[in-house]
């Protein structure tokens, strides 16, 4: 079955930086689109950024200049650099495998990790 394992996040100062991991298990990783989705208490889930087998990038804008996604095929692990924290980037951090065929569909999620950044 398709796991996906987060690990990397914390507490963190604004200005501060983390890396987030993804271990991927069950599925034939260097052929898949893959992301990163945040999400906030009351809030929808939102796209971060993803990467395509291409190694190809989209970013939301939020993000765009402090955050890079970057993936390891050999070890079947995506990661998300975060640089520039601010604390409205604090929130639960998903790993995602996403559709070739429709980019807006997830086709499996990780349990999640969570990302604090003070003020």
């Known amino acids: 079955q398709v796991q996906l394992v987060e690990s990397g996040g914390g507490l963190v100062q604004a200005g501060g930086s983390l890396r987030l991991s993804c271990a991927a298990s069950?599925?034939?990783?260097?052929?898949?689109?893959m992301g990163w989705y945040r999400q906030v208490p009351g809030k929808e889930r939102e796209l971060a950024a993803r990467i395509r087998a291409s190694g190809s990038t989209v970013y939301a804008d939020s993000v765009k200049g402090r955050f890079t996604i970057s993936r390891d095929n050999a070890k079947n692990t995506l990661y998300l650099q975060m640089n520039s924290l601010k604390p409205e980037d604090s929130a639960m951090y998903y790993c995602?495998?996403?559709?070739?065929?429709?980019?807006?569909?997830?086709?499996?999620w990780g349990q999640g990790t969570q990302v604090t950044v003070s003020s």
């Open positions: 069950g599925i034939i990783f260097s052929s898949n689109v």
């Open positions: 995602a495998v996403i559709s070739r065929y429709n980019e807006n569909v997830v086709n499996y």
